[in-house]
């Protein structure tokens, strides 16, 4: 129980530590008016609460990657724990603040117009097609993963039988609606009560296995086994575990979703909150489901067992209902289902206006919104079809390397403004190492080199983008008004 507890304290400190000393090296403005009031239009830039703002942002971050991922992390013993704090403190939530941000910066620009700004226009073409490439296999994972978790609990604790395609098509449906619709009419009136169960599931659960005689909060495991790789397969830590705990540590579809509340949020001030904040938020989600993993089964044989037999969903629907019991199992199991259902949706939204700006079309028109949306449902059905294993390993590598194209973002944006960059470059640098070495090692969607000559590529590589950055960036001296001859002042603020 206690190192649990010292990593969730770890998580809240760094978010009140270091979380504001990114905000100083950032310089937030509380007088100049955020594009909520700027641009406002009852669609996309609509003024929100701070409180509905965190909650929303919360959970469109927060899809079956910090429940899914930390699962499989857990399988590599109780060092996917010490990643999940590491990354969410110094690279996650950083990579979160300067995407939101950056987006307030830039009139709630979506994170490839940011990228070509700071980048040049290769790289702002590139995450065009690779934001969309990832949004589109997000949206896939999330109809998928909750439909096919929905499906499981009514066929076995009801007498009802339903299909797998049903409840396909009526995620679909949701997510279309959800997609069109002015930004505070379903997401903003509703995620906050799913914010709400998303709570009460992971306080219950974590507190179920905390009181429970039978299971002990990492009972079996030892402070060296926070830096061992205890996988029951010998599967090598290095990069893989940093592949697959994404969105609980450090996640590019987060640089996605960031933008869709940096459009509602009303001063500068709140950005540390809204974004910093939820990263960490989603840390402590993912810890509490590693934690669970690590000890609801009682070794990592058995929760290998678990996974082989049904997935990562099967853990959850195993311990939910261990835990809780039929009703508070059925309450836990929908809060883990609502998650990828609210990223799901603002996944093909975010799509959606990253097309409008690619197209220069604006969306305060119906028409224009399906026109912009249709598409996306139509190839995110077909992809439906492909073996959810294969599109979850091409997320998890999209994911991550979209996360790097932000990073590198975020440190040409400090550059510019001769601010301390190595708190973006850093993290940069790392992952940036993992993407590389993980693509030329891996066999499967890569090129199946040796560990060793993928780590120095990868390491080679880095050193080579790190140095281009810099030299291309460093000592421009912008300014945030450049195109201005000065920021607004807010008339009104939250």
């Not at 990562?312 to 883990?336: D, H, R």
């Not at 093909?348 to 206006?353: A, D, E, N, Y």
Request: proline share 4%; net charge neutral.
């Amino acid at each position: 129980m206690i190192w649990f507890l010292t990593c969730v304290a770890a998580l809240l400190g760094g978010y009140f530590i270091y979380g504001a000393f990114v905000e100083k090296v950032f310089g937030i403005n509380e007088q100049r008016k955020t594009p909520a009031y700027t641009k406002t239009d009852g669609v996309d830039f609509v003024p929100m609460s701070t409180p509905k703002v965190y909650l929303v942002q919360l959970l469109n971050i927060a899809g079956v990657g910090p429940i899914f991922g930390p699962i499989m992390g857990a399988l590599y013993g109780p060092a996917a724990m010490l990643w999940i704090v590491v990354g969410c403190v110094f690279a996650g939530a950083v990579h979160d603040y300067f995407s939101g941000m950056l987006s307030v910066r830039n009139d709630g620009a979506s994170v490839p117009t940011i990228t070509g700004r700071y980048l040049g226009n290769g790289a702002k073409h590139f995450m065009n097609i690779f934001a969309i490439v990832l949004l589109l296999l997000v949206g896939v994972v999330f109809v998928s993963a909750p439909a096919g978790m929905i499906t499981n609990l009514i066929n076995d604790q009801t007498s009802l039988t339903v299909s797998m395609t049903s409840m396909v098509v009526i995620i679909f449906a949701y997510y279309i609606i959800a997609t069109i619709v002015p930004v505070d009419k379903i997401i903003g009136r509703f995620y906050p009560f799913f914010g709400a169960l998303l709570i009460f599931m992971s306080v219950g659960l974590i507190t179920a296995i905390g009181v429970s005689d039978e299971h002990t909060i990492m009972g079996g495991f030892e402070v060296k086994d926070m830096f061992s790789n205890l996988n029951p397969n010998d599967m090598p830590l290095w990069p893989a575990l940093f592949i697959t705990i994404a969105c609980g540590a450090i996640s590019g579809f987060h640089a996605t979703q960031s933008p869709l509340m940096a459009r509602c949020m009303e001063n500068e001030k709140n950005g540390r909150f809204v974004f910093y904040g939820a990263m960490i938020g989603e840390g402590i989600i993912a810890l509490i489901w590693c934690a669970i993993a690590l000890s609801f089964f009682g070794s990592l044989e058995s929760l290998q067992d678990a996974v082989a037999n049904g997935g990562p969903g099967n853990v959850v629907y195993g311990a939910s209902f261990g835990l809780l019991g039929v009703f508070g199992g059925i309450i836990a199991f929908l809060g883990v289902v609502i998650l990828p259902i609210t990223s799901g949706d603002t996944a093909f939204r975010s799509s959606r206006l990253i097309l409008a700006e690619y197209f220069n079309m604006e969306q305060k028109t119906l028409r224009n919104r399906l026109l912009m949306a249709l598409p996306l449902f139509v190839i995110g059905g077909i992809l439906t079809q492909v073996d959810f294993g294969i599109i979850w390993r091409y997320f998890g590598f999209a994911n991550q390397t979209t996360a790097v194209m932000m990073l590198w973002t975020a440190s040409a944006y400090l550059l510019r403004h001769n601010k301390l960059h190595w708190i973006a470059t850093v993290p940069a640098m790392f992952m940036t190492t993992v993407c590389v070495t993980f693509i030329l090692n891996n066999a499967a969607l890569g090129f199946g080199l040796p560990m060793n000559i993928s780590t120095i590529a990868g390491i080679l590589f880095t050193l080579f983008v790190t140095g281009y950055v810099i030299k291309k960036s460093k000592g421009k001296g912008e300014t945030d008004y450049a195109d201005e001859e000065k920021p607004e002042v807010v008339t009104k603020t939250a």
